[in-house]
């Protein structure tokens, strides 16, 4: 069946470092690719998305481009900043109407 | 933008009773509601989708009798744990999505459940 495999951490990183969280998936189709943002204690944000091949999802610093080739979805950002500590979940959906698969978390944290 | 609200945000309740979780759309009209399940430093565990007016359609291992859920209306999805056990205890996270919606974008806050 359809998944998503991510780094699992947890990732250290000293602010101003830069961030790379792998994200691979395994899904028949086009499938369209999502990075979600947890912060401590609460729920998910959708941080960026990519709904075909060679799209790039950007928000807030972060970059994701979909690579159909090697089936990555993998979250960069070049600084990363202390707030930026959360847990990050890389996501697939089939089609617009369908539900949302989730990889399991990768746990960051930026420490001063 | 659109906004999803749980409620309660936390719950402790004793083993044997039953809670009810409210998730609400708060400036659109969410026509599938979906509820997951988030244990400590896991993923997401969908549990259940829910179209308004019908019947939730339960994933597999997810049991539809202790884990009641109602979309009565376009704005209104409840999840009810009846007879709660500790094993219940969990993390519930609700997501909405309108009729031109692109995949669940709109999670609310999360309902932290904890049974004693």
């Known amino acids: ?112 | 933008g659109a906004v999803v609200s749980q409620h309660p945000s936390r719950v402790i309740c004793k083993s044997g009773t039953s809670v009810k979780i409210e998730c609400r759309s708060l400036d659109f009209q969410a026509t599938t509601m979906f509820w997951y399940r988030q244990f400590p430093k896991k993923s997401l565990m969908l549990m259940a989708t829910s179209n308004e007016g019908s019947k939730a359609t339960y994933e597999q291992g997810v049991e539809k009798d202790k884990f009641l859920i109602n979309h009565a209306s376009l704005t209104l999805s409840t999840l009810t744990v009846t007879s709660a056990h500790p094993e219940d205890s969990s993390f519930y996270i609700c997501s909405a999505r309108g009729l031109a919606g692109e995949g669940p974008k709109f999670f609310g806050p999360g309902t932290r459940l904890t049974v004693l």
């Open chain 1, 1 to 112: 069946g359809d998944s998503v495999t991510q780094m699992e951490g947890p990732v250290t990183l000293s602010e101003e470092a830069f961030l790379t969280i792998n994200c691979t998936y395994t899904a028949t189709g086009y499938p369209s690719l999502f990075w979600y943002v947890q912060y401590p204690g609460e729920g998910l944000q959708l941080l960026l998305k990519a709904t075909k091949a060679d799209d790039k999802g950007s928000n807030k610093g972060f970059e994701a481009t979909y690579r159909k080739e090697t089936t990555s979805f993998h979250l960069e950002k070049g600084s990363v900043q202390v707030s930026d500590s959360a847990v990050y979940f890389c996501a697939l959906t089939k089609t617009s109407y369908d539900k949302v698969i989730f990889g399991p978390g990768t746990s960051l944290s930026v420490i001063p």
